[in-house]
């Protein structure tokens, strides 16, 4: 272990970043680059994983920044990079046949095996163990790169230990400016989480770190593979033995909770949490998909890609944790993904970044009874929609989608023009209420029906089958007052009946909030 404070190691300096094309590779900024290294500097680069923090591998006292400039313990290995195969027997030792079958197979590419090391690589760099990591990127730019510095170039993450991994030039700037000598920008990368680990010293051999390199295209080609058990759970009695996996990593500021279940029980209890964590007055962010953001309504959302590929998830995820850190959210809810394929991988960084902090999305949604609340009238035009304007400004303690429909509703008509006056007068409105006839689709185990007389709420039980939570509002707030049609009334008997809609609905919504409670 290297026994050295940041204090003594890093100097702050002026960070050069340059741009590159990997198309047209510059080779005097390459040559830079080089020779940055060859002296014992640090240099971020692209690889098509995360952006890499560049030392010479086999020069200690490189090691001994690269730690420093991280903030990165020292017993925490680092890979060491090769830009050709045939560097690989200067470093490691013990080349099975199985792992020159792995090397054929996926190299170059986003696949770090560990060796047996060579006496030339120092324990700086494989953070005192007798193994050494090693990888051969795909990214032109990173193999440029590693053969203008040497060709041996460690190269982990190139951020704040335990921050997410960046995955643009920008997150290096952010975290490492001024502690290192040149960032090569080399655009956005591929893939968005590092390499899958797999250690080659064991038999069968085991995967220490999942990523775009599964444990099924492997046991393709070699046959059986293993996990290391403590990938599986936060409380394995073994801890990891790969670069990156032995302390929290990949963490937004914020506390990260995933929510485990079934996709529309999660999107439901995230709702349900965000609406109540927001009336706290806490700042809520939520990690979303294409295919569930339109659900939500309430926080700072993001989409992080696309549940029918998730390799979009991989390349956004820390993009999307890195912008909440700016966005100065105080908790962050994110959906599970299937934990196979890369999806494996991408859960491993969620749960890293989570602390494991999770919780199931039955757990929150059974705490809530209703989630919709209809008011029920004959013609949806003028104590229903009253009822339903005046709920959504009650400080409920859950949230619930309100509306309101009709028994005898011949078309969308607008509400009525007396009770549009009256609710502009108490500086509400219904201009753009449609009147909407009640359907069998609305009458769910979600839903709490309210009708305001007798007659409407006998005529949708007899009207419909195994109908469920419909009750009148005198009856579901134990008050025997009831709202009057006001039809063809003077302007008068609208204020009044808003007067006591008003009084009945308040009622309403502390039984809603006492209910709430209980649960």
């Known amino acids: 272990m290297i026994n050295a404070t940041n204090s003594d190691i890093i100097k702050f300096m002026e960070t050069r970043i340059e741009k590159i094309d990997r198309y047209q590779l510059d080779e005097q900024i390459l040559k830079q680059a080089g020779d940055i290294l060859k002296q014992g500097g640090l240099v971020a680069f692209p690889t098509e994983t995360v952006y890499g923090l560049g030392a010479n591998a086999l020069d200690e006292n490189a090691a001994k920044k690269t730690y420093a400039a991280k903030g990165r313990p020292s017993d925490n290995p680092l890979i060491v990079h090769i830009a050709d195969v045939e560097d690989l027997p200067i470093v490691a030792r013990n080349i099975s046949d199985k792992a020159k079958q792995i090397v054929e197979r996926f190299w170059p590419g986003p696949l770090t095996l560990i060796f047996e090391k060579q006496y030339i690589v120092p324990f700086g760099t494989t953070g005192g163990l007798s193994t050494v990591a090693v990888r051969m990127p795909t990214d032109e730019i990173a193999r440029a790169v590693i053969r203008a510095g040497g060709g041996y170039i460690s190269a982990p993450s190139a951020n704040t230990s335990g921050r997410p991994s960046p995955t643009s030039a920008q997150h290096v700037a952010d975290d490492l400016d001024g502690k290192i000598e040149m960032i090569i920008d080399g655009g956005t990368v591929d893939i968005g989480v590092e390499s899958t680990i797999l250690d080659m010293t064991v038999e069968p051999p085991m995967i ?81 998909t294409n295919e569930t953001i339109d659900y939500y309504s309430t926080g700072v959302i993001k989409n992080i890609g696309s549940r029918s590929n998730e390799n979009t998830i991989a390349k956004n995820l820390y993009k999307v944790l890195r912008e909440f850190d700016e966005e100065d959210v105080s908790y962050i809810y994110s959906e599970a993904f299937e934990a196979d394929g890369i999806g494996y991988a991408i859960m491993n960084r969620l749960e890293k970044a989570a602390g494991h902090h999770t919780i199931q999305a039955s757990s929150i949604t059974r705490l809530q009874k209703y989630r919709r609340i209809l008011f029920v009238s004959n013609a949806d035009s003028c104590r229903g929609p009253m009822a339903a304007e005046l709920l959504r400004h009650m400080d409920l303690l859950q949230e619930y989608r309100i509306g309101s429909r009709g028994l005898v509703v011949l078309f969308p008509e607008p509400a009525n023009q007396k009770a549009e006056a009256i609710m502009r007068s108490k500086q509400m409105t219904l201009a753009s209420h449609e009147a909407t006839p ?53 302007l008068q008997v609208y204020g009044s009946n808003f007067e006591l809609l008003q009084e009945l609905i308040t009622i309403l919504s502390e039984t809603l909030n006492e209910e709430a409670k209980n649960v």
Request: glycine residues 6%; aromatic residues 6%; negative net charge.
């Open 438 to 490: 009640l359907t069998e689709e609305d009458l769910d185990d979600e839903t709490l029906v309210l009708t305001f007389e007798e007659a409407q709420k006998w005529k949708i039980v007899a009207n419909y089958e195994n109908v469920k939570n419909v009750h009148t509002l005198s009856e579901y707030i134990d008050d025997e007052r009831v709202v009057e049609s006001s039809m063809g009334q003077p």
């Open 208 to 288: 220490l770190r999942p990523g775009a390199i599964t444990k099924e295209m492997i046991e393709e080609v070699i046959g059986e593979v293993t996990v290391d058990q403590a990938l599986l759970s936060d409380d394995a009695d073994e801890a990891p033995k790969a670069p990156g996996m032995k302390y929290r990593h990949y963490a937004p500021k914020a506390q990260l909770i995933i929510v485990e279940g079934e996709t529309g029980e999660a999107v439901k209890a995230i709702k349900q949490i965000a609406y109540e964590q927001t009336r706290l007055g806490y700042k809520v962010g939520i990690i979303a």
